[in-house]
């Protein structure tokens, strides 16, 4: 009796995520699903790269987490668009839940759409949200097995941010590791070790940002 109800929630997220994707496409929106671990460092990711970026491109976060409007608090503070999607327990963000939440939010003329996924390396992976890439965020503090214990979130992934690099003196962590196993599970995954606190790294990352969405424009 479980799979048919588990069959018909995931292909009504499908059929939304769908329509947002072209959603999206007419706007020429870049939409971008971030996906990590608590504490891996999503949200100070998104704080510097809104900052740094802002100058040049029009950017806005929809947020996801259980509970408290923390992480939209933050992400407001550096100018940008913030709608915070509290699951009350749930362990991802679903379809509807983001083509709700962006009603709130001015999408005129706006570049990339980043969706800060709730911190799960299981449920989120396994429901589409309507973005263009889905993008996977492991800090060095987490170990460099989370590859292999978690494929399905790595295989799905257009890129892998390695964070808090400037920790690995202080932490057990074999990068070369790490990211051999996430290009044996993807092996077009770009991966991009950076420091969201120090800013080590982060121009690569940009860089993707700013083709990723050159691109999407180009065959719009």
């Known amino acids: ?13 499908d059929r939304i995520a769908a329509e947002l994707k072209d959603f999206f496409g007419h706007k020429g929106i870049l939409a971008v699903n971030i996906m990590s671990s608590p504490g891996a460092g999503k949200t100070t990711l ?10 040049e491109m029009r950017m806005a976060v929809v947020e996801g987490d259980l509970q408290t409007d923390n992480d939209a608090r933050r992400v407001a503070a550096t100018g940008a668009q913030a709608v915070q999607i509290n699951t009350e327990g749930g362990c991802h963000l679903t379809s509807s839940q983001v083509q709700e939440a962006i009603k709130s939010l001015d999408l005129t003329g706006l570049d990339i759409l980043f969706i800060e996924n709730v911190g799960n390396l299981v ?24 590859p292999e214990k978690y494929p399905l ?23 070369e590791r790490a990211s051999r196993h996430a290009r044996v599970l993807n092996e077009h995954i770009d ?30």
Do not use: H
């Open 46 to 55: 998104l704080e510097r790269t809104l900052t740094e970026l802002g100058g």
């Open 191 to 220: 991966i991009f070790p950076v420091s969201a606190r120090s800013g080590e790294g982060l121009a690569d990352w940009y860089d993707w940002l700013r083709a990723r969405l050159r691109e999407k424009r180009a065959t719009a």
């Open 123 to 146: 449920c989120p992976a396994e429901f589409d949200v309507g973005e263009d890439f889905k993008i996977t965020l492991l800090s060095v503090t987490e170990g460099d097995d989370k």
């Open 1 to 13: 009796m479980q799979i048919p109800v588990v069959r018909n929630i995931l292909e009504a997220n």
């Open 153 to 175: 979130m790595f295989n799905i992934s257009a890129a892998l941010v390695l964070n808090k690099v400037d920790l690995l003196p202080y932490v057990d962590f074999d990068m």
